[in-house]
């Protein structure tokens, strides 16, 4: 394409872009002039964009990192709808890695990332996102309802951490912890995944969650957050509570 179509291209798609702005109330025309102002959508839209892309650049060394030390596959994800957004997947040198991709959508409750995030949401926020949904089933382990689905969440947030053992995908073993900001909100979840028989023995299910636990404390000081003195190194802690 020569340089006037490229001029031609970015000034379609820069019409096209203040027109869905427009339509999408992320600029709005200021009456008696040719003038636009920046919508809250749209703020909110870049501080979206924004933070997505530092919680990723944060997120990859230590994930890397993670996914060597234990030898299985690490992700990142985020809560969209009733949905976990993979944003992030690391995999170790092996032939058993991780089939999932950036990009991927699964369903929250019955995954480890969904599920942790779903626990630290309050129960009417629960009852309101799934409102008129079916739960679908995926193995004996799956919360088929409401009342379910919040009593798991309080388990899996008073462990701090979720375990599934071929709970959603045949063969395949996970946990996950939460991710949080400067505040103490959760923004996402990382887990591990592998062959189930890597988190059989529980001397080895006892390093997982150490490592896991401390990836997701790693990351959440990267975003500001401070850890509380009743999480930090030497405080008690059931491991079994962990377990389901």
Not at 152 to 161: L, Q, T
Not at 174 to 194: E, K, Q, R, Y
Request: net charge positive; charged share 25%.
């Amino acid at each position: 394409m020569n340089s006037r179509g490229v001029e031609l291209r970015r000034r379609i798609d820069a019409h096209h872009c203040r027109h869905s702005l427009v339509n999408a109330e992320g600029r709005r025309p200021v009456a008696g002039t040719a003038g636009f102002q920046v919508g809250l959508s749209f703020l909110e839209l870049g501080a979206r964009a924004l933070f997505s892309q530092d919680l990723v650049q944060v997120a990859v060394p230590v994930l890397t990192r993670l996914a060597e030390t234990l030898q299985l596959s690490s992700h990142l994800g985020v809560l969209d709808g009733t949905d976990v957004l993979y944003l992030v997947r690391r995999t170790p040198n092996t032939p058993l890695a991780s089939n999932i991709r950036v990009g991927s959508r699964l369903p929250a409750h019955a995954t480890t990332m969904g599920r942790m995030l779903l626990a630290h949401m309050p129960a009417v926020e629960i009852e309101r996102l799934y409102a008129g949904k079916e739960l679908q089933r995926f193995s004996d382990h799956t919360s088929e309802t409401l009342d379910a689905l919040r009593a798991k969440a309080e388990k899996d947030r008073r462990a701090a951490i979720a375990w599934s053992e071929a709970h959603f995908e045949r063969g395949i073993g996970s946990a996950a912890v939460a991710v949080f900001d400067f505040a103490g909100t959760p923004l996402a979840a990382i887990n591990v995944s592998g062959p189930v028989n890597a988190f059989a023995d529980e001397t080895r299910r006892a390093v997982i969650g150490d490592e896991l636990r401390a990836a997701g404390a790693e990351i959440s000081r990267r975003l500001g957050w401070i850890e509380p003195d009743s999480k930090k190194p030497g405080a008690a802690r059931s491991f079994a509570e962990a377990g389901e």
